[in-house]
């Protein structure tokens, strides 16, 4: 016998499963196991927050010039880096010439927020960002080195703190990732020369320290070079850090490349498409999607490898804290001093962090296949 | 088998070769995959080649763009003979036209952004005539209004009509179909296979390698059948589903026919 039902309007869930309750219930108590974690979880907060909190804030000292204001209250001396604040920001960039690095940084930012507002058509992003990458780099220079068009010269040995780590992070950046790019095609080339050429450099790079390329930069290369030749420190840190992060940005791309199935460059290659095109319209833009987070990954880690500078003797955020917490009018805030830069590195890795997962939301067209 | 479309007239071949192969072998490594093919395609024919998989068909139409590089033997298409210099390969793939078994559309581009890519970068057209071209061609496959879609939000009818459109765009001389309904559900295969009979009206010449018995018997010149990397027989339609000549070829017919 056919049975009809008629349907009836849905009825609530069980109320143990919705609302404050259900999501406690849920996420934090759904085993045993679970409940005595999130106990013990709570127990760790409980003991470690306050007295965080006490030293950070409520006991810290915020203004003062001298060690003296900070004897008293026993929290965090936030006067140590306010005092030192320029300093960690321009290193020795002679005080009265700082306009310049403002300058240079505003130019960049306001240059480069064109490129961030989603109603700017391609076409323009496309040139204004092959236009800041030919014409900035030397702008930049120009302003920050001085000598010229009446501005007093700054010897490299002058830049330094968080102007200094962004200089080697943003050409380290935006060097690493075409050559990585460029060494990853290069390796999966049919031509074997160029294979070999790219396989043996990419291999070399990877194999040794990034501390070890820096100290050979400082101490072996003047032995090869002829007696008197003045080779800029900061240039061969600069150099040491992009020839070493694009091999390992090569190997990220490389992940990408292969990712993609050999269909589409046989149908790039069908329409009449060559090798270029097929590579800068087809592939690349499909395998570089694909591998944003290890792309990433690598330009944080490129970040942080900024401060091994040191090693060599250049003044990063890194190195300039430190040097500011063996002041003997500063001594015994060296925490203070490392929290801060730990909270500078954190800002700008966490904001690329973001920004690469806003960017891969936004490419993201695959759906099914 | 599908019902298709009425059969395009076969009307009278011109005498002009537009593909022409001459003794080509080809190995991989030292496994034999083409032996010996010979094939002459005229202006405006269309032939369907079949056989048993592994049999070369494939890996034959694909020397023809050079796809597939071949170890002995000569390639002519339309008057230009296939060479190691690449600006050549590249000058004879605008003129042949290519549908894959799994359509290659580029997921990261719309449909209309698929279409327009090769006119403008490899035919140098401006953007508006190409996009002009690309809407006329997807019109003509009927699905203009999924033109800024991008494919992962088409069925697999639509990807494949989507490609057949792509390479039109380029207004090929030839066009060469691998395979193209075997990746398809069987509810999208005629709109697949009706597309290609109405390029067969207008008179493109086409090599399409299928199992689509239907569509050889309506649209066919010629039906080839391939074996262990060798030609077995070439005959119209008519000819070879009535009268298979080699005992592979019956046996194959039999396979498929009646399965």
């Known amino acids: 016998m056919a049975e009809i039902r008629v349907s009836r309007p849905g009825s609530q869930p069980p109320s143990n499963t919705v609302g404050t309750f259900g999501w406690l219930r849920r996420n934090l108590f759904s085993s045993p196991l679970n409940a005595a974690l999130t106990i013990l979880a709570l127990y760790l907060l409980y003991s470690a927050l306050p007295p965080l909190l006490r030293w950070a804030f409520l006991d810290a000292t915020w203004s003062g010039d001298d060690r003296e204001a900070c004897a008293t209250n026993g929290g965090a001396c936030w006067a140590f880096i306010r005092v030192h604040f320029d300093q960690f920001m321009y290193g020795f960039y002679p005080s009265d010439q700082r306009w310049r690095v403002n300058a240079t940084v505003l130019l960049l930012i306001f240059g480069a927020a064109p490129l961030f507002v989603r109603t700017v058509p391609n076409k323009i992003k496309i040139r204004l960002g092959l236009g800041l990458l030919a014409i900035y780099p030397i702008f930049a220079f120009a302003l920050l080195t001085g000598g010229a068009i009446g501005l007093p010269a700054v010897d490299t040995s002058q830049w330094g703190g968080l102007l200094l780590t962004l200089v080697i992070a943003g050409v380290g950046m935006t060097a690493a990732l075409p050559l990585g790019v460029l060494l990853a095609l290069g390796r999966r080339s049919q031509m074997p020369a160029i294979q070999t050429l790219c396989v043996t450099f990419i291999e070399f790079w990877r194999g040794v320290p990034l501390i070890t390329v820096l100290f050979m930069s400082s101490v072996m290369l003047p032995l090869f070079l002829p007696a008197g030749t003045n080779f800029d420190k900061l240039l061969r840190a600069l150099i040491g850090v992009t020839l070493f992060q694009a091999a390992y940005m090569a190997e990220v791309v490389r992940g990408g490349l292969q990712a993609i199935p050999k269909g589409q460059t046989e149908a790039a290659a069908a329409l009449g498409l060559g090798y270029w095109k097929t590579m800068g319209l087809i592939v690349l833009p499909q395998a570089l999607k694909l591998v944003i987070p290890g792309i990433v990954n690598t330009l944080i880690a490129l970040f942080k490898d900024t401060s091994l500078v040191l090693i060599i003797g250049l003044f990063d955020l890194m190195n300039i804290v430190h040097n500011a917490t063996t002041n003997p009018e500063w001594l015994g805030f060296s925490t203070e001093g490392y929290v801060f830069a730990a909270i500078v590195y954190w800002l700008f890795c966490f904001g690329m962090s973001r920004y690469s997962q806003h960017l891969e939301k936004r490419l993201h067209t695959g759906h099914k296949r | ?259």
């Open chain 2, 1 to 259: 088998m599908s019902e298709l479309s009425p059969s395009p007239a076969r009307t009278l071949l011109s005498d002009q070769a537009m593909i022409q192969m001459e003794g080509i072998h080809k190995w991989y490594g030292a496994f034999h995959v083409l032996k010996d093919i010979n094939l002459t395609v005229r202006k405006g024919e269309r032939i369907v080649v079949c056989g048993p998989s592994g049999s070369g068909k494939s890996t034959t139409i694909r020397c023809i763009n050079r796809l597939e590089e071949y170890q002995r033997g000569r390639i002519v298409v339309d008057g230009q003979e296939l060479s190691n210099d690449v600006k050549q390969i590249e000058r004879i793939r605008r003129e042949v036209g290519m549908v894959f078994q799994h359509f290659n559309l580029f997921p990261h581009l719309t449909v209309l952004e698929n279409c327009v890519l090769a006119p403008i970068w490899v035919r140098k057209l401006p953007r508006k005539q190409a996009e002009d071209i690309a809407m006329q061609y997807l019109e003509r496959v009927k699905i203009p209004e999924q033109a800024g879609k991008y494919p992962g939000q088409l069925s697999g009818g639509q990807q494949q009509r989507v490609a057949i459109a792509r390479s039109l765009c380029m207004n090929p001389k030839i066009m060469l179909f691998d395979e193209p309904t075997s990746a398809l559900d069987p509810e999208m295969i005629k709109e697949v296979l009706d597309t290609m009979v109405a390029l067969a009206e207008d008179g493109m010449t086409m090599i399409c390698v299928t199992h689509e018995m239907g569509f050889a018997k309506t649209v066919a010149h010629r039906v080839i059948f391939m074996d262990g990397g060798e030609i077995i027989e070439q005959n119209p339609p008519e000819e070879f589903f009535t009268n298979p000549q080699s005992d592979r070829t019956k046996l194959f017919l039999s396979q498929i026919l009646h399965h």
